[in-house]
């Protein structure tokens, strides 16, 4: 059977329009899902939008509109981002579908059968931003640590699901499972955490009405951090061709939404008797000048913009180049620029330009190539087990930086011209001398077939220009193949500079 891979990303929440820090996480899953299917996996790839609770309320009363008529337009704008970065999803999940709301139902009627929800009264702190509760243990001065803003006090009627039953549970399944919470370093915050203690957690609110329908009691709807939890579980069970992704092997998420994914939703699983999903890998956030992006925090960047100023493949390429995926990345356009101008436009563009333009005027002749990619293959898989995107591209990188030194040392250009004294000796090494070309043509190309087929998770539309040109398909068994092309074009320019 083929193996199968499900990769999930966060929802978005739609209080407002999507920015480029929602945009690297999304680039981030989609080249690890390209990679799966280029190793011949069978690939389920969930993003969507995470519609209901208080802040969605409020964010379509100030705009003048009901709350679906806001989600309806946001969620859109969601879409169209991720199709302008070339995001290939398999599903975009909207927790407002009808499929997932009767799926939250069910849900929640087995935890309530296991005897894990019952009636109650609950008062805290609570940051409407995060639709989350907090202590005054983790917010001593009473201000969100993500929003920056005064936490509201508040009491209501509330339904509880029994999260403090299952600590020993979670704990030990920490322990025999260290790659559920991935990477380390916040595998041992969620255990501190955990070892302190849990409290129930609040499932319902009366206090809003914009939410899913609880099945218990009429007048509550659940909480929002409950129900959009069960979106991923949603996803599998909508037909029966997707029930077998199911659990999800790859959940990313920021790390604020660490403690709901790696504590609240593995307890509720288990009380539904439902696998628990494999890996939850928490990143870090893109920063601007040291502070998360953010509409809230007013230094959000426009991915339409960024895209117009420097194309998909390029903002693809700087995000899963220049951060160490999990941890924090500052975004400098800068860098950015930099990375395009050098690396793309230069050592890639250059290299692919030059190559074509002497392959349609020489052709090339079959040799055997030096410029293999087995070790190259070897260490790319390694770095994207690891998730280590950054160091897959180093590796790629430092083979073009080879063939680039080849092209140099090589200098298939130089074609000795026939002369007009001793014509058959001169005729003889200008065919040795075209010929020799010819091969170190063969060998250039052959080692750009093999880093455009290891680059296409990244920049999956330049890699896929790249083979037209040279006639060949984007798959892992093509590497080191030999060559099969009867002529070679002129390519397009793949990258123009940024002044």
């Known amino acids: 059977m083929t193996k199968t891979f499900y990769i999930a ?3 978005d929440y739609v209080n407002a329009e999507p920015h480029i820090g ?4 999304k680039i981030i899953a989609d080249a690890l899902a390209r990679w799966h299917k280029l190793l011949g996996e069978e690939v389920f790839f969930l993003t969507g939008t995470d519609e209901h609770g208080k802040k969605v309320a409020e964010s379509a009363q100030k705009a003048g509109k009901s709350p679906k008529e806001f989600v309806d337009e946001i969620s859109q704008k969601f879409k169209e981002s991720w199709k302008l970065i070339n995001i290939n999803y398999d599903r975009f999940i909207r927790t407002t579908d009808s499929d997932h709301k009767e799926i939250v139902k069910k849900f929640a009627e087995i935890v309530n059968k296991s005897k894990d929800i019952y009636k109650g009264e609950y008062q805290g702190y609570y940051c409407t931003g995060c639709e989350t509760f907090y202590t005054e243990t983790e917010c001593p001065d009473l201000i969100c640590k993500f929003h920056k803003r005064p936490l509201e006090k508040l009491k209501e009627e509330t339904y509880f699901f029994k999260l403090s039953k299952y600590q020993d549970f979670l704990l030990e399944h920490y322990k025999r499972h260290p790659e559920f919470i991935l990477p380390e370093q916040r595998r041992k915050e969620v255990i501190n955490r955990v070892k302190e203690g849990l409290k129930d957690l609040s499932i319902t609110r009366t206090s809003v009405d914009w939410g899913i329908p609880f099945p218990l009691e009429k007048n509550h709807v659940f909480y929002v951090w409950f129900e959009a939890l069960i979106n991923y579980y949603t996803a599998t069970q909508s037909s029966q061709k997707l ?3 199911w659990p999800t092997n790859l959940n990313l998420l920021g790390i604020d939404n660490m403690w709901f994914h790696t504590v609240i939703w593995p307890a509720m699983l288990k009380s539904a008797g439902i696998a628990l999903p494999i890996t939850v890998f928490n990143h870090g956030f893109l920063t601007f000048n040291g502070q998360k992006i953010s509409k809230s925090l007013g230094n959000a960047i426009s991915i339409k913009m960024l895209v117009e100023r420097y194309g998909s493949e390029s903002i693809r390429y700087f995000v899963c180049r220049n951060f160490v995926f999990g941890e924090d990345g500052d975004f400098d356009e800068k860098a950015l620029a930099e990375r395009h101008n050098n690396e793309l436009a230069n050592k890639l563009g250059n290299l692919v330009s030059r190559v074509s333009t002497l392959a349609e005027k020489y052709g090339i002749e079959k040799t055997d190539p030096s410029l293999k990619a087995k070790e190259l293959l070897k260490k790319v898989k390694e770095h994207f087990e690891k998730y280590e995107l950054h160091k897959a591209l180093d590796e ?3 083979y073009i930086d080879k063939t680039n030194e080849y092209i140099q040392n090589q ?14 000796q001169s005729e003889e090494a200008h065919s040795k001398s075209e010929s020799n070309s010819r091969k170190v043509l063969y060998e250039l190309v052959f080692a750009i077939r093999n880093a455009a087929i290891l680059l296409s998770p990244f920049i999956p539309e330049t890699s896929e220009k790249i083979a037209q ?8 068994k093509e590497l080191d193949k030999p060559l099969k092309i009867s002529s070679i074009k002129k390519s397009e320019i793949l990258f123009k500079k940024i002044q």
Do not use: G, M
């Open 411 to 424: 200098k298939p250009w130089e074609v000795r011209s026939p002369q007009r004294e001793a014509p058959q």
């Open 9 to 11: 990303t966060a929802i």
């Open 396 to 398: 790629i990188f430092a």
């Open 22 to 25: 929602h945009a690297y996480q």
């Open 243 to 245: 029930i077998k992704f």
């Open 469 to 476: 040109t040279f006639s060949f398909k984007i798959s892992l």
